[in-house]
């Protein structure tokens, strides 16, 4: 079993910045690819960003590229997510998600919600314009 905590959500206005940190309980973190997820009022729950278990591999939302950034550090079980240029479309809950990745290979980058096993509770960002 994998626990995920989030943390960094807050109250910004537009054009500001936020870093979000994903902590993970289980020391082999470093074999877990990792995804954040965020979910706005009425909507499904949609990929931002995601790292392989190697972090030599990320992929971005079209919405989010060029303004988020994720990384990770495995020697911390920690994940992060670096937000810039915020817009009021970015509100939303954001959660941290944990996929074991034993078989996947180092650049594997998980997109979709189901390949994740694990997930945080959320936190929550609202951009202000």
């Known amino acids: 079993q994998v626990r995920l905590v989030e943390s960094g959500g807050g109250l910004v206005q537009a054009g500001g910045s936020l870093r979000l940190s994903c902590a993970a309980s289980?020391?082999?973190?470093?074999?877990?690819?990792m995804g954040w997820f965020r979910q706005a009022p009425g909507k499904e729950r949609d990929l931002v960003a995601a790292?392989?278990?190697?972090?030599?591999?990320?992929s971005y939302a079209d919405s989010v590229k060029g303004r988020f950034t994720i990384s990770r550090d495995r020697s911390k079980n920690m994940m992060y997510l670096e937000m810039n240029t915020l817009k009021p479309e970015d509100t939303a809950v954001y959660y941290c998600?944990?996929?074991?990745?034993?078989?996947?290979?180092?650049?594997?980058?998980?997109?979709?919600?189901?390949?994740?096993?694990?997930w945080g509770q959320g936190t929550q960002v609202t951009v202000s314009s």
């Open positions: 289980r020391h082999t973190f470093s074999r877990y690819g």
């Open positions: 998600a944990a996929r074991l990745s034993p078989y996947d290979s180092g650049d594997y980058v998980a997109l979709n919600g189901r390949e994740y096993d694990y």
């Open positions: 790292i392989s278990w190697s972090g030599g591999s990320t």
